[in-house]
Nanobody, 125 residues
């Protein structure tokens, strides 16, 4: 209980779309900040998008306008809709749960205490 499980990754051509999902078995409501991160080979972890308790959203400049974070409290599921994918979006994608309502560390992952195992996204040119 408490673990996060990502799904929806895969291989897609540039310009395509994918929708990632993250569930938290045993939880019936998303209360805390939740976010999506990615890490490519040899790269630092990058915060992509987060959504706080009040549904305020935060995006990295690299994905703003292309990615959309959302949550379905009824199903305790977090989503990341990814459009106009580029080869540089290739990475392992992780969802994470914050320790509180706010997403102060959404760029770095500081303040996120629970992480999923990740789902691979590969974008070919």
């Amino acid at each position: 209980q408490g673990q996060l499980v990502e799904s929806g990754g895969g291989s897609v051509q540039a310009g395509g779309s994918l929708k990632l999902a993250c569930t938290r078995p045993g939880y019936t409501y998303i209360s805390n900040c939740m976010g999506w991160f990615r890490q490519g080979p040899g790269m630092e972890r990058e915060g992509l998008a987060s959504i706080d308790h009040f549904d305020e959203t935060y995006y990295a400049d690299s994905v703003k306008g292309r990615f959309t974070i959302s949550k379905d409290n009824a199903n305790s599921t977090l989503y990341l809709q990814m459009n106009s994918l580029k080869p540089e979006d290739t990475a392992m994608y992780y969802c994470a749960a914050g320790i509180g309502w706010y997403c102060d560390g959404f760029r770095t992952g500081d303040g996120y205490s629970t992480w999923g195992q990740g789902t691979q996204v590969t974008v070919s040119s």
